[in-house]
């Protein structure tokens, strides 16, 4: 019944115990010329035979809505689903009606109503039973789409926060004394031996600390900018771990327009160098790479010992951030050698 509701976009089962004993009351009226003080006489049989016909008409329909959601659920194929799905429906409706029509009216009533299904009753019952298949279309799609709009907006504010707070906890991050210590130690040490290096050292810390603040109200960012931005922070840790981190980064050319979340390699890779050991012992390897419509992070598991307090960064961020851009999920997979996560390549026309 959930999943149900949840393909309906609404609990309708207050509108079908109000409103098909209300059409039933009303159809007879409208569409037959039915009166209380004339013929041809309002009477329990036209209100029974129209209720009968109203539910199961309604609940075809219905289920004819929930097959068509099911089977097209993308926003961008709403078109071709209102179409399948009324073609269906009236289909189903002018079958229904007539069928249903002949077995009350001429079987299982016979007598009651002159035994005979009428051509000018046949003319009103159908333009009453597609009067009804318009309302009960316009009545859910109207309901369906408001929700679907209230959910959108509410998913694209979410989406907001989560960047927000993904582009702030970098940030932190950059900007938190053990970073900026390791960092300035870094420069001391290479500005009397190689100042040339130390040069690029501060460039490419400039060009970290400049991409977070450029991208703060972006949802997505082409690759390419995701990937130099990473090269810079890689060279910031290999000028600092030396040998004892490797990184090897090998996207195909044609990938690299493609869109991914921003900051979401960066925040991969530290990870990776805060919750495993960087020695000459056990040197870190680092490997990003494409592969099936993802882009992996992987690098050799050799976890520390000690727990290192979180700073709110991680997969968590970065999962909640893509169920708002794309029905793909983030994989983690941790192996007792490596761990790896694979987060989606975006295309350019699913970006909200």
């Known amino acids: 019944m959930r999943q149900t509701n949840c393909k309906i976009g ?22 037959m010329g039915c009166r209380f003080d004339r013929p ?26 929930i097959w068509s959601r099911g089977k097209y659920p993308q926003f961008e194929d709403v078109r071709k689903r209102l179409i399948h799905q009324s073609v269906s429906m009236f289909l189903f409706t ?27 009753t046949l003319i009103k019952s159908n333009s009453a039973a597609i009067f009804c298949t318009i309302m009960i279309i316009a009545i859910y799609e ?7 709009l209230k959910k959108s907006v509410e998913e694209k504010e979410t989406l907001k926060r989560e960047s927000l707070n993904a582009q702030l906890n970098a940030l932190k991050t950059q900007v938190n004394p053990h970073f900026l210590f390791n960092n ?3 420069l001391t040490a290479l500005i009397p031996d190689t100042p040339d290096q130390a040069i690029e050292f501060v460039q490419q810390m ?15 960012i082409p690759l390419k900018d995701e990937l130099d931005v990473l090269k810079a ?13 490797d990184i090897e980064i090998d996207v195909p050319e044609e990938k690299l327009q493609q869109r991914i979340v921003p900051l979401s390699l960066q925040l991969l890779m530290e990870n990776a160098i805060k919750h495993n050991i960087v020695s ?20 050799n598991l050799q976890a520390k010992n000690q727990q290192i307090e979180s700073t709110g960064i991680g997969l968590d961020n970065i999962r909640n951030r893509y169920k708002l851009l794309s029905d793909d999920e983030v994989i983690v997979d941790e192996s007792g050698e490596s761990f790896t996560v694979s987060i989606p390549l975006l295309k350019s026309q699913m970006v909200l």
């Open 10 to 31: 609404f609990n309708d089962g207050w509108l079908m115990l109000f409103t098909i004993p209300v059409l039933s009351f009303i159809v007879p009226i409208v569409f």
């Open 40 to 65: 041809p006489y309002f009477s329990l049989y036209n209100y029974l035979t129209t209720l009968v016909i109203t539910i199961a008409l309604w609940a075809g329909d219905r289920l004819i809505m």
């Open 94 to 120: 002018v079958i229904g009606e007539n069928l249903l029509g002949w077995i009350i009216d001429d079987l299982i009533f016979k007598g009651m109503n002159g035994g005979h299904f009428k051509t000018d």
């Open 142 to 148: 109207s309901i369906y789409f408001m929700n679907e």
């Open 184 to 186: 300035l130690n870094t």
């Open 206 to 220: 400039s060009k970290v600390y400049r991409h977070i603040l450029e991208v703060q109200d972006e949802k997505t």
């Open 233 to 245: 922070y890689g060279f910031l840790l290999k000028t600092r771990f030396g040998d004892n981190l």
């Open 280 to 299: 000459s012992a056990k040197p870190l390897k680092i490997k990003v790479f494409a592969e099936n419509g993802h882009l992996v992070l992987s690098n």
